[in-house]
């Protein structure tokens, strides 16, 4: 007899990023490529026509938040928690500082990705941090994140084939 299948990962993932740029593109390959292999998942964004039709097209379900002003942001606030407490995730990740400063506690795993050399006080509300070169992580654990709770993961996974360089 063999043993039960294991329920996929549940992540929810929190972008309120820029229009375009290296997280925002990172983003959607991660998404896509989790999507994939059978982890299930929603994408909270700003709202951006664009990311929101590529998630659709890699089958990530998107919700769409505006959290600028005090108002849309108490609102966003009350949907978001609604909403990712529906879904149960088993990660919570914020993508950058304006996601960060929005990370959800739960009984599930908060984690932020950090790409800059940005202040960690946007990320006191997660568990976990993973940042995008060697430099950020040092600069993390300078600035005392445990490095137990502290991973790096490159956005730049998938480089363009290039010709071997002979050493001498």
């Known amino acids: 007899m063999s043993a039960p299948a294991a329920a996929p990962l549940k992540v929810a993932h929190l972008l309120l990023g820029a229009e375009e740029g290296g ?45 600028e002003g005090y108002i849309r942001n108490y609102l966003s606030m009350r ?47 997660c568990e976990e941090l993973i940042v995008n070169t060697p430099g950020i992580a040092g600069f993390a654990k300078q600035a005392g994140w445990p490095e137990a709770r502290l991973h790096m993961l490159s956005n730049f996974a998938s480089l363009p084939a290039a010709e071997a360089i002979d050493p001498s």
């Not at 059978?38 to 769409?64: K, W």
């Not at 609604?82 to 990660?91: D, E, G, L, T």
């Open 79 to 125: 949907t978001l928690r609604r909403s990712v407490a529906a879904f149960a995730p088993h990660v919570f990740l914020a993508w950058m500082n304006r996601a960060g400063r929005r990370a959800l506690k739960g009984p599930w795993v908060t984690a932020a990705r950090l790409g800059g050399y940005y202040p960690l006080k946007n990320y006191r509300r």
């Open 23 to 67: 997280a925002e593109e990172f983003f959607l390959n991660l998404l896509s490529a989790l999507q994939k292999r059978g982890v299930r998942q929603t994408a909270y964004i700003s709202p951006h026509p664009p990311r929101e039709a590529a998630l659709a097209a890699a089958g990530v379900p998107v919700e769409t938040l505006t959290f």
